[in-house]
């Protein structure tokens, strides 16, 4: 399965992650990928929102890990500084992938032995060409093809 989509403003991000967010289900995988200020985190706040979280969501860059209460408890990775897979370990990693919240990991690729082969993959890219807001978010279903 892929689908693709396009988002003209910060707001339409949002508001398909609120959308996805609606949708997640208990022990479901979110890999997000994307470029350093390509709309994660706008995406993922729409996400949380879905999910009925209620706190200001940001990116875990230092912490790796913020979790958010909601409909479903939300657990928000940020793995960019993460060096080697094994570093994961140390964050018990494996009691929220195959837990019963919803895990939304950002830079997934950088652990991607790790990820459940059921796993959502979700891109965002940039298209300056089409003007300065422009995102093409591709959704994929199982591992991130190379």
Same mark, same amino acid.
């Given at each position: 399965?892929? %689908?693709? $989509? @396009?988002?003209? #403003?910060?707001?339409? &991000? %949002?508001?398909?992650? +609120?959308?996805?967010? *609606?949708a #997640?289900?208990?022990g *479901?995988?979110?890999?997000?990928?994307?470029d350093?200020g390509?709309g994660?985190?706008?995406?993922?706040?729409? =996400?949380?929102?879905?999910?009925?979280?209620?706190?200001? /969501? &940001?990116?875990?860059? =230092?912490t $790796?890990?913020n979790?958010y209460?909601?409909?479903?408890?939300?657990y928000? =990775?940020? /793995?960019?500084?993460?060096?080697?897979? @094994? @570093?994961?370990?140390?964050?018990?990693? %494996?009691?929220?992938?195959?837990? !019963?919240?919803?895990?939304?990991?950002?830079?997934?690729?950088?652990? %991607?032995?790790?990820?459940p !082969?059921?796993? $959502?993959?979700?891109?965002? +890219?940039?298209?300056?060409?089409?003007?300065?807001?422009y995102?093409?978010?591709t959704?994929? *279903?199982?591992?991130? @093809? #190379?």
């Amino acid at each position: 399965m892929e %689908e693709k $989509i @396009e988002s003209f #403003a910060p707001n339409e &991000t %949002e508001a398909f992650g +609120e959308k996805l967010g *609606q949708a #997640a289900q208990p022990g *479901q995988i979110y890999c997000l990928s994307g470029d350093l200020g390509v709309g994660k985190t706008v995406f993922t706040k729409g =996400f949380a929102k879905g999910l009925g979280v209620t706190e200001v /969501v &940001t990116s875990p860059t =230092f912490t $790796i890990l913020n979790e958010y209460p909601g409909r479903l408890p939300l657990y928000h =990775f940020d /793995v960019y500084r993460i060096s080697d897979e @094994e @570093e994961m370990d140390d964050t018990g990693y %494996e009691d929220y992938f195959y837990g !019963q919240g919803v895990c939304l990991v950002e830079w997934a690729e950088l652990i %991607e032995n790790l990820i459940p !082969q059921n796993a $959502i993959w979700i891109t965002v +890219e940039k298209d300056y060409t089409k003007s300065e807001d422009y995102r093409r978010i591709t959704l994929r *279903q199982g591992a991130e @093809e #190379a």
